[in-house]
Structure formats: C-alpha cells, structure tokens
C-alpha cells in the first residue's frame, strides 16, 4: 500500500509527460502562428534593409568608378526608413511571448 502511494504519482507524471511533454511542447512552439509571422516580418525587413544598404553602397562606387553622380532615387526603397523598420521587428522578435512558454496549454 504505502508503495502504491509512492509509485502512483510517478506513474501519473509519466503519463502527463506523454501527453504534454516536450515534443508537444516543441510542436506548439514550432507551429506558433504568432512565432511565423514575427519571423517572417524579421526576414521582411532583414532583406529591404540589407537592399538598401547594399544599393547605397553600389550606388557610391559607381559614382566614384565612372565620376558620375548618380543617386538612390530609383531604388524600391528610395525614403523608406528601412533601418528603423528593420529595428523594430528585431525588437518585436525578442520581446515574442508564447503562450506555451507563459505555460499555456499545448495544441
């Protein structure tokens, strides 16, 4: 009897972890539709600033290669502040809260 009492919350923490142990754990933060977005925005933003800077710095080359002075007006972000943009979905990326993690229930 006083085995039975031992054993049985063990059994019980076993089952529960079957059931909600970290591979449901894992899954829910993987299959996060919140956690997609915010990486995808991340990716978004990571590539228009990375064109910009990048057509900024060609730009500056040529200009200096050919003594011509072109500038960034036909860029696809010419007066996007790609920066600040960029800044804030890294932001928002480290202040994700899941609500598996907050110990939400897992899907």
Known sequence: MAESLLV?????????MKHHGIINVA????NS????QTVANLMVTARNDGYTQGYTE???HVNNALKVDLNDRRSATYGVDTGTAHAAAKTEYKNLRLPVMDGGCCT
């Open 27 to 30: 899954n829910s933060v993987l």
């Open 58 to 60: 060609c730009t500056k």
């Open 33 to 36: 539709i919140d956690l997609d």
């Open 8 to 16: 049985q919350p063990l059994r019980d923490d076993m089952i529960w």
